[in-house]
């Protein structure tokens, strides 16, 4: 039986030759990313921006957009986003802080349910303060932090130094094109999107620990050959190993997307946008900084010859 391969056997494609147009593509959108950060900002949800959210059911199975509207307005609740989610008559409506504390996010959600209780089925109602939602963001920034500290605390100690900074640059520019696609998309950032964005850290470390050890094997096999094309050939002999694994991950996060409904909505789209990038970085930014900071397959002969010279003579001779 002939296995299924989405890669061919031995490939020799030259992915190092496209460095010079990665590199400035990556920087490019990475600027783009923080100006969009700073000066157009994140759809934060109800749990970061606080505020009301009602998730109703149209009873005809029909939402009257622009009616909806009109009548959302016409209640003195300042300004109200509804959406629509799928074809089925589903809408969420929310509201900004309202001021009054309790009593007037009570108030409001009174409001809404005598303007609409009649045509829509009030399915779910959350209310977060402005306290909880600045509490919500100072934890869920600084479970972000913590993680990507860890992350890149491993990376220097799981590789040489040269390889640690090429995975550093890798992960914080995941991070940093994750950020700009929330700005430009502008999905709802909630909880579960903190979710994603460690995910998509962790996947991005599986996919750069894979490639930069294939590199680091095959470096110390073939001392002879240049940094492009051992790089090259350490690509290759993955590729098939990648290329599953995304298109897996891939599949699975498109059933979410589809079928999951609107509460994993924005943490399976930021996760189908990671796979994508994490790939590309393990590849076109991760690795070719290895040729930008000359390593060359000396150094591991440099490495092993200062791990021989601290050694005791009875250690050389059970190496020998």
């Known amino acids: 039986m002939k296995l299924l391969r989405l890669a061919p056997e031995n490939t020799r494609f030259g992915f190092m030759r496209f460095r010079r147009v990665s590199y400035p593509l990556s920087a490019t959108l ?17 749990d970061f921006a606080g505020g009301t959210q009602v998730d109703m059911r149209a009873n005809s199975g029909e939402v009257h957009m622009a009616e909806l509207r009109a009548k959302a307005d016409s209640l003195g609740l300042g300004p109200v986003e509804i959406q629509q989610i799928g074809s089925g008559g589903d809408v969420l409506l929310r509201l900004s802080v309202q001021p009054g504390g309790d009593s007037g996010e009570q108030k409001a959600i009174a409001k809404l349910r005598d303007a ?33 500290v860890a992350v890149l605390t491993y990376l220097w100690f799981r590789f040489e130094w040269q390889f640690a900074v090429g ?20 999905l709802e950032f909630n909880q579960t999107s903190i979710a994603a964005i460690l995910t998509i850290v962790g ?41 599953m694994t995304a298109t897996t991950v891939f599949l699975a996060l498109l059933a979410l997307f589809f079928l999951g409904g609107h ?7 930021a996760m189908i946008w990671g ?3 994490a ?42």
Do not use: W
């Open 203 to 243: 996947y991005s470390l599986n996919e750069t620990v894979v490639v930069l050890d294939r590199i680091r094997e095959v470096m110390r096999k073939y001392k002879r050959l240049s940094t492009s094309e051992i790089i090259d050939m350490s690509v290759n002999a993955v590729l098939p190993r990648t290329i």
């Open 30 to 46: 990475s600027i783009i990313s923080v100006l969009m950060f700073l000066f157009v900002g994140m759809n934060f949800g109800i």
């Open 167 to 186: 995975a550093i640059i890798g992960t914080m520019h995941d991070l940093l094109l994750t950020v700009g696609f929330f700005c430009v998309t502008q």
């Open 279 to 320: 790939t590309y970085s393990s590849i076109f930014i991760c690795s070719p900084m290895l040729i930008y900071m000359g390593v060359r397959a000396d150094v591991f002969d440099r490495k092993d010859r200062d791990e021989g010279a601290g050694a005791t003579p009875a250690d050389r001779k059970v190496k020998v």
């Open 275 to 277: 796979i994508f990038v």
């Open 116 to 148: 609409f209780s009649n045509d829509y089925a009030f399915r779910s109602v959350d209310s977060v303060g402005p306290t909880v939602s600045s509490e919500l963001v100072q934890s869920g920034t600084l479970g972000v932090v913590v993680a990507i």
């Open 263 to 269: 509460v994993i909505r924005s943490f399976s789209a």
